[in-house]
């Protein structure tokens, strides 16, 4: 295993019972502040990803704009947020997907992606799996060809990879409780 992956691990608080009791709440801003442990961890995604043709980094709102920025410069794609509803001023398209109670929704800029165009989806980490799958799912109506989905932290106990189906997804630290 990569020695890096443990420096990252480390970084990464643990924060029980937020924001609800029995979550055992994953805290990357702590990485954060670990200039060498942020570096290695884009690092890491742009050694996987340097060479894959991808034009495409695509960020879930709020925590997937920290780490798919640097992403995205550093192997030359661009960077299209994918938002929490009514932020993007432009025409949008949306798709929603079930929370543990109730509905959320992400939203996209019509024309900011190109059918056949070469996506990774990013963010900090994989629950339950909807938010990642409603991203494919965006980009995938629109005829991108979505490559892989990288993230941070799976929590493999939830079962987050099953709802992406075949699409694959490559996680630094898998986290159980
Ligand atoms: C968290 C996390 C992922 C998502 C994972 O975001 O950053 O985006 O939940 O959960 P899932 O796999 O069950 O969909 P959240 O919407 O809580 O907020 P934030 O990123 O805006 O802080
Ligand atoms: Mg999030």
């Known amino acids: 295993q990569d020695p ?10 643990v924060i029980p019972d937020f924001p609800k009791p029995g979550i055992l709440f994953q805290d990357i801003t702590t990485l954060l502040l670990d200039p060498k442990a942020f570096k290695d ?32 410069l550093a192997i030359g794609a661009k960077f299209v947020p994918m938002r929490k509803p009514n932020k993007l001023p432009g025409e949008v ?14 939203e996209m800029h019509v024309g900011a992606v190109l059918p056949g165009e070469r996506a990774l989806v990013i963010d900090d980490l994989i ?15 629109v005829g991108v060809d979505v490559v892989e989905c990288a993230c941070l932290i799976e929590l493999p106990e939830l079962k987050g990879r099953d709802r992406l189906g075949n699409k694959p997804l490559f996680v630094l630290v898998k986290v159980t409780a």
Do not use: C, H
Not at 44 to 64: M, P, S, T
């Open 41 to 72: 961890t884009i690092d890491l995604f742009v050694e996987r990803y340097r060479d894959q043709n991808i034009n495409v980094v695509a960020g879930v709102e709020a925590r997937g704009f920290i780490f798919g920025p640097p992403i995205a």
């Open 93 to 106: 398209i949306s798709e929603e997907y079930s929370l543990e109670y109730g509905k959320d929704k992400i």
């Open 127 to 141: 629950a339950t799996g909807g938010t990642l799958d409603a991203a494919i799912k965006l980009l995938e109506r």
């Open 4 to 13: 890096r992956l443990e420096r990252i691990s480390s970084a990464i608080r």
